[in-house]
């Protein structure tokens, strides 16, 4: 949600009002438009944060989290998904936040892990995930290579803010962005990846890498939406197990969704957590800028479209997570409250609920319309 959209709404608004013979409100054209109330603040105000991925390791809340940087965008960019390379985003290092609990004061650290020191990737460090296993941390993370592919890397510490090691290359077999990495009860780990347009998930059709494929999505509206991809990790949490394929996303009648399906189809921004034993993959759905979800019984999917999570923030993007922390569950995601810039976000985080069957109570980022 813009400035301008909020603007826009409060104009409509008014128009109905006055539709409906409510009676004229007294016009003052020179009046500000209200200022957005927003309904939590940044966790930090010191560094621009985005892409939160959120992890209870030993009782403590950890935050994997992009780094936004200063560097002006291209004038192309400032819509940053529509058919471009996403190069406003030039992110170069990683940022963990962490907490004692959602509400707790914030530790900012940094020298987590950066491009220089991971020696295939050249630039673009997007959005991070990580994991425990076995007294090792891994921390997953998307950049472009030098022949321009997105690919993911991974890089261990023995300590959950790192610093972090990357591996000298990135994950076999991987392409895309927005690594997720589940670890289900049965201890098996799964990724799910990929994201539209400057996430290069179109131009990676079969898993191999076209650097002429299309800036955005090619297929037609009624054609099968791209879906996410996901692969079971190896014990050593190093490599795929397996090819990736796809998660399928379908609607009630159990059809995939499809590519004109705005609202609902997938972009980017995974995330998987559990719920009283059903699989809840949620996701961005880009230019309509929701974060939504679909459940399923096995953690490869079919996933059945179930509802919104979060309303369009401030911003063209937001990425979240789901963590739950001493029985009580929580949505970390971003909007832009620092900066009004689409590509110098902020972190935040607000509880989420679940209605008795289910189903997760949709949250409205901004306070303006209670
Ligand atoms: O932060 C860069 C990209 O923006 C992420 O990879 C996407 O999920 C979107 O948040």
């Known amino acids: 949600m813009t400035r301008h959209a909020n603007r826009l709404s409060l104009a ?55 780094h936004d940087t200063e560097e002006g965008p291209p004038l192309a960019d400032v819509e940053p998904f529509k058919n471009s390379e996403g190069g406003a985003f030039k992110m170069r290092d990683y940022v963990v936040l962490s907490m004692a609990n959602p509400q707790a004061p914030v530790q900012v650290h940094r020298n987590v892990l950066d491009i220089a020191d991971v020696p295939w990737a050249a630039r673009q460090m997007w959005a991070p995930d990580a994991a425990y296993r076995n007294g090792a941390y891994y921390l997953y993370f998307p950049a472009k290579d030098r022949a321009g592919a997105f690919r993911i890397g991974v890089a261990t510490s023995k300590q959950p803010a790192g610093p972090f090691k990357a591996r000298p290359e990135p994950i076999k077999g991987s392409f895309s962005i927005d690594p997720a990495v589940f670890v289900d009860d049965d201890g098996k780990s799964y990724m799910y990846f990929g994201g539209l347009s400057g996430g290069q998930l179109q131009k990676n059709v079969g898993g191999v890498y076209d650097p002429n494929g299309p800036g955005g999505d090619p297929r037609a509206k009624d054609e099968q939406a791209f879906m996410p991809q996901v692969a079971k990790l190896r014990g050593d949490m190093l490599e795929f197990a397996e090819k990736p394929r796809e998660a399928l996303i379908v609607d009630e009648k159990g059809k995939p969704l499809l590519s004109g399906d705005g609202d609902r189809r997938f972009f980017e921004a995974s995330w998987m957590h559990k719920y009283r034993g059903k699989y809840y993959f949620s996701y961005s759905t880009g230019g309509s800028h929701f974060l939504v979800y679909a459940v399923g019984s096995s953690p490869y999917g079919p996933f059945t479209y179930k509802g919104k999570i979060l309303l369009p923030v401030q911003g063209w993007t937001t990425h979240h997570s789901i963590v739950k922390d001493k029985g009580r569950w929580w949505l970390f995601y971003a909007d832009t409250q620092l900066s009004d810039k689409t590509w110098l976000r902020n972190v935040k985080v607000t509880e989420l609920f679940y209605n008795p069957d289910g189903t997760i109570r949709t949250i409205d980022p901004f306070l303006h319309r209670k």
């Open 12 to 66: 409509i608004a008014a128009l109905g009002m006055a539709a409906l013979g409510a009676g004229p409100a007294p016009a003052n054209q020179d009046a500000p438009a209200p200022k957005p109330r927003y309904l939590s603040q940044p966790l930090v105000t010191s560094v621009y944060t985005a892409d939160p991925s959120a992890h209870v390791f030993g009782g403590k809340i950890y935050v994997y989290a992009s």
